[in-house]
């Protein structure tokens, strides 16, 4: 079946039960919501979904588009369609903006015999193009991953790297932190786009203020490291007058 899916999912990150056994899908095209208050397990769903050591499945399977994929290593995961988009996404000194896109449109195209090598010149003016989109300058091609850029640059950025990869499926926790409401509306617009190319979208958040501008079409609550409820925007409208300790007593949690 197509999407991506995590079925009775229980995860350890050291000596901690973190999730619960949790299950959940994003089919392509679906914009799928992830709400929970902090310490939930969110984070800790994204980074088991890409394999990131250190997050043990002790029980449970993930799946992508039908393939069993948990024991595979984060790079093949990220070869077959994964993205995701850090909470904190990491600096990298050293390493230019301008030769890490193009290491990363080659990888994608096949082009690996010199990563940092541009290999087609039209690629510039598209990169370029897609700096714009994002609402960055085009300065920052010439600056560093992330070394010195604010909250909202280092969303900007990831999301640029999405943009130049085309994955199958995004997983992006908190795109809208550090962002103000033009850059929120920005964000909302390219993935309401990603997702009409037919792109899976988990969008990890703490809070509906982007849902004013790009509404999930499923919303799914995990609270305590278990799915509580799931739904529509009815959901976030309930998640606002009660919040998360008020709608898991309201459940009967």
Known sequence: ?????????????????????????????????LMGPNGSGKSTLAYTVLGREGYEVEEGEILLD??????????ERAKKGLFLGFQ????????RMSSFLIALHNKRTGQEDDL?????PRFLARLRELVRRVGL??????????????????????LLQALVLEPKYLILDEPDSGLDVDGVRTVASI?????ERGAGILLITHYTRMFSFLQPDRISVLYN????ASGGMELAE????????????????
């Open 225 to 228: 490291g278990r799915i509580v």
């Open 137 to 158: 300058p085009d300065s920052v091609l010439q600056r560093e991953v992330n070394v010195g850029f604010s909250g909202g640059e280092k969303k900007r950025s990831e």
């Open 116 to 120: 940092f090598k541009l290999t087609n």
């Open 1 to 33: 079946m197509a999407g991506l899916e995590v079925r009775g999912l229980k995860v350890k990150v050291g000596k901690a039960l973190v999730l619960k056994g949790v299950d959940l899908a994003v089919r392509p095209g679906e914009i799928h919501a």
């Open 191 to 195: 993935l309401r786009e990603q997702a």
């Open 88 to 95: 904190e996404p990491p600096a990298i000194p050293g390493v």
């Open 66 to 75: 039908g393939e069993r994929i948990t024991e595979l290593p984060t790079h």
């Open 238 to 253: 309930e998640i606002d007058r009660e919040g998360y300790q008020g709608l898991v007593e309201k459940l009967g949690g």
